[in-house]
């Protein structure tokens, strides 16, 4: 439980519960005899606080309002295209409450009711989720269809090379188209 707490923290109460469950389904069938007690038991030794209705968990010996987590110290210019799955993603009603939008993976949705693309990608940038792109391997290279939460790209001269920066590292990524 403290792995999952400590790689995905802060964690609501609900998803607490759902990534407990989820490791102990996969896990041994004593663990899963045992999952109750152990969310029981993190519950109960977490730190946690109650913020607009919603209790938050973190990992013992963390704390929120260190230096740690200050914006000026975890900040730069660089630009990231998040995977679905990534830890800030995944849980898509803590990804509403930190980003303020909604983002729904849509490559299971039909294509006339996708709001966002095939396989949208948020867009991480100073610490914020500003927006997605969607990436598409073509014979000509990669083609990039960006959104912004704002409607509009940042206008901050820093932002296109970080744009470019990390499209370069899809593409290598991608295999060098």
Do not use: C
Request: charged share 30%; proline share 8%; aromatic share 12%.
């Amino acid at each position: 439980v403290d792995l999952v707490v400590a790689k995905y923290a802060p964690l609501p109460s609900a998803s607490l519960g759902r990534l407990v469950s989820m490791v102990a389904s996969s896990a041994t069938p004593q663990w899963r005899e045992q999952r109750n007690a152990a969310l029981r038991r993190a519950r109960e030794r977490l730190p946690q606080v109650d913020v607009d209705g919603t209790r938050w968990f973190w990992p013992a010996g963390d704390n929120p309002t260190s230096r740690r987590y200050r914006k000026d110290d975890v900040l730069d210019d660089e630009l990231r295209l998040l995977a679905p799955f990534d830890p800030i993603v995944w849980d898509r009603d803590r990804f509403e409450r930190f980003w303020g939008w909604a983002y729904r993976f849509e490559a299971y949705t039909p294509a006339p009711k996708r709001v966002r693309g095939y396989y949208a990608l948020p867009m991480l940038w100073r610490g914020q989720v500003i927006g997605w792109a969607n990436v598409a391997s073509k014979a000509a290279g990669l083609e990039v269809k960006t959104g912004f939460v704002s409607g509009r790209a940042p206008r901050d001269p820093t932002f296109r090379p970080a744009l470019q920066a990390e499209h370069e590292r899809m593409a290598r990524f991608l295999g060098g188209r």
